[in-house]
């Protein structure tokens, strides 16, 4: 079965500096992987996806993640942090068998971030 | 807006009651996810539907239940509620390989 570790359930960072999520996966087959971003009282939001191609992918706001299958984690990083990032971030992983349509997606704990000004 | 439409957005009911939440997928998904979302507990998965048929299922209670009708919207229904399953249920729908969520469902046992 699937499964994703995020490591640090809180990470602060200053306006302007690297902003790093750290997400560790388990998964029994090729994983399909995702971020995800929530507002305060808002649905969750794609951040981006990686789906088998590129290892490096990037995604919405500035933010990219690469995939390490060696060491099955999928970072998640942003070069330069805004205020406008202080959100929570989850990270998910997918097993997926087209053939049955069985799916299920399975998020992490979540990372709260901070960002200072 | 994610085109993911759930009702209702608050709900707030007693212990043993039964309640029914609604979600409307985007136009075009035929796949159905329910979560919910506690502090304790974060995001778990409950259940998977498409087209009509349910297809995997997680850490759902017997007293939860769900289906998916053909026109493709779903309910989830809590039974016998406990203060315990005070929390946020969203839905999502997947397409083009995500998911997409809706704003979620507010439920307050109290």
């Known amino acids: 079965a699937q499964s994703v570790t995020q490591l640090g359930s809180h990470v602060s960072v200053s306006e302007g500096a690297l902003v790093l999520l750290r997400c560790n996966y388990s998964s029994s087959v090729p994983p399909y992987l995702f971020w995800y971003v929530q507002y305060p009282n808002q649905g969750l939001q794609l951040l981006l996806k990686?789906?088998?191609?590129?290892?490096l992918v990037k995604g919405i706001n500035g933010f990219e993640a690469e995939f390490k299958k060696s060491e099955t984690s999928f970072h998640l990083t942003k070069p330069s942090a805004h205020m406008s990032d202080a959100a929570e971030y989850f990270c998910a992983v997918s097993e997926s068998s087209w053939e049955t349509s069985y799916d299920k997606v399975i998020f992490g704990p979540g990372t709260s971030l901070s960002v200072i000004p | 807006d994610s085109g993911v439409t759930q009702t209702p957005k608050h709900l707030i009911t007693a212990t043993g009651q039964r309640v029914t939440l609604r979600c409307s997928p985007r136009?075009?998904?035929?796949?159905v996810y329910w979560y919910q979302q506690s502090l304790d507990q974060g995001l778990q998965f409950l259940i998977q539907y498409y087209n009509g048929e349910e297809r995997a299922k997680g850490n759902i209670l017997e007293r939860f239940s769900a289906q998916q009708f053909p026109d493709l919207h779903s309910e989830l229904n809590l039974s016998s509620l406990e203060l315990g399953d005070s929390a946020l249920y969203f839905c999502?729908?997947?397409?083009?390989?995500?998911?997409?969520f809706g704003e979620g469902s507010r439920l307050t046992v109290l």
């Open positions: 136009s075009g998904d035929l796949s």
């Open positions: 999502a729908s997947r397409g083009d390989g995500e998911l997409f």
């Open positions: 990686y789906t088998s191609a590129a290892t």
